[in-house]
């Protein structure tokens, strides 16, 4: 009788976190929380903006989980240290916990690069959550920030006529998570007509960034 080969499905990589919080009995508990999980990691921690530069050029992180007050800094100093990490790594995703629930800071942190907004009283699911969705390159907001980003978009004068029908077949494939090219392909245009029309429906939806995009335009019901 011959026996059964099992095979397993090989574990992927963990998640590299790095914590930046002021306070380090914080940065003990989010530890504590975080590393129950077999598939996150917390590879690094920091206290301030100078500390955080150089805990994910060592570390490497997936993620950066960032407190936007920094104890040395100005009421919400971590909005310019989430900016500066995102130009000098592309591929990190930042995001923010934080006490401060005001509508202007949630829509300033993802105009500073932040994939994802959450408050320090979120549930520890829901952070893990986030954080997971954040290291796939998806959004991630809990439900107060999610409530300030649709306000702010809903006041804002974004309307479905504003984007012509060309943005709307290019931001439906955006959400689909295609390149430039493969949407070049899709609709047979060239890779530099994408990125036009790309730049331009992000400037009509009021955003900087792709994911940006594809939230905004969920919100206001344009996908």
Do not use: W
């Not at 401060?100 to 994939?115: I, M, P």
């Not at 994408?194 to 960034?209: D, E, I, T």
Request: glycine letters at 6%.
């Amino acid at each position: 009788m011959n026996a059964t080969a099992v095979v397993s499905r090989p574990r992927r990589p963990a998640v590299r976190i790095v914590l930046v919080d002021d306070h380090s009995i914080m940065r003990q508990g989010l530890r504590a929380v975080l590393e129950r999980e077999d598939d996150l990691r917390v590879v690094g921690e920091a206290a301030t903006a100078a500390g955080a530069a150089s805990a994910v050029v060592d570390a490497r992180p997936h993620v950066v989980l960032l407190d936007l007050k920094l104890s040395t800094g100005p009421q919400a100093d971590g909005l310019d240290l989430c900016r500066s990490l995102t130009a000098a790594h592309p591929g990190l995703g930042v995001l923010v916990l934080t006490t401060f629930t005001e509508d202007r800071l949630v829509v300033e942190a993802v105009q500073a690069g932040a994939r994802g907004y959450v408050v320090k009283d979120v549930d520890t699911t829901e952070l893990v959550r986030a954080i997971r969705a954040v290291s796939r390159g998806e959004s991630a907001f809990d439900a107060r920030s999610a409530s300030a980003m649709a306000r702010t978009l809903s006041g804002s004068t974004v309307d479905r006529e504003r984007l012509t029908d060309r943005e709307l077949d290019v931001l439906r494939l955006l959400a689909r998570g295609l390149s430039n090219r493969e949407i070049g392909r899709e609709l047979f245009i060239s890779e530099t007509t994408v990125k036009f029309h790309v730049g331009n429906l992000m400037r009509k939806l009021l955003v900087s960034r792709r994911a940006e995009a594809v939230y905004a335009a969920s919100k206001l019901g344009l996908l």
